[in-house]
């Protein structure tokens, strides 16, 4: 990759709306509270989901550096992903990303999209524009298996 705007360190912005959406619809559970005794304890369990994602929407940050995605709590640096280790990334649902899917050689992850996501998606192409996730969305290889 050519040193270029890319290689400027980028902080996302906070984004709550999938905080906001988790927690909502936790409380929309509260609606079953007629047709199954159950419904209580599954609202409560999902709107406490919601509430953990707003603080950790409140609390994280995700940085883009030169050579790593930096995931942070204040100023330390919690864990980094070193781009060289990347074999594919994909934002799902893309009309409403709520979770970003990406392969590093030892591992996945997924995490909820709790930062502006055209931010986000912006920073993944510039900075990784080898992996293209919508030619790789179709197929299944083995390796995708692994």
């Given at each position: 990759?050519?040193?270029?705007?890319?290689?400027?360190?980028?902080?996302?912005?906070p984004?709550?709306?999938?905080?906001?959406?988790?927690?909502?619809?936790?409380?929309?559970?509260?609606?079953?509270?007629?047709?199954?005794?159950?419904?209580?304890?599954?609202?409560?369990?999902?709107?406490?989901?919601?509430l953990?994602?707003?603080?950790q929407?409140?609390?994280?940050?995700?940085?883009?550096?030169?050579?790593a995605l930096?995931?942070?709590r204040?100023?330390?640096e919690?864990?980094?992903?070193p781009?060289e280790?990347?074999?594919?990334?994909?934002l799902?649902?893309?009309?409403?990303?709520?979770?970003?899917?990406?392969?590093?050689r030892?591992?996945?992850?997924?995490?909820?999209?709790l930062?502006?996501?055209?931010?986000?998606?912006q920073?993944?192409q510039?900075?990784?524009?080898q992996?293209n996730?919508?030619a790789?969305?179709?197929s299944?290889?083995?390796?995708?298996a692994?």
């Open positions: 990759m050519t040193v270029s705007d890319s290689a400027q360190p980028v902080m996302l912005s984004h709550y709306g999938v905080a906001v959406g988790v927690t909502g619809l936790g409380l929309a559970c509260l609606a079953l509270l007629p047709l199954w005794s159950g419904a209580l304890w599954l609202a409560l369990a999902v709107s406490l989901l919601g953990f994602l707003m603080l929407t409140a609390l994280l940050r995700l940085e883009f550096s030169g050579n930096l995931v942070r204040g100023g330390e919690l864990r980094r992903f781009y280790a990347w074999l594919g990334w994909r799902f649902w893309p009309g409403l990303p709520v979770v970003l899917y990406f392969r590093e030892q591992s996945i992850h997924l995490l909820p999209v930062f502006n996501a055209a931010s986000l998606r920073q993944l510039s900075r990784l524009p992996l996730p919508v790789s969305a179709g299944a290889s083995p390796d995708d692994a």
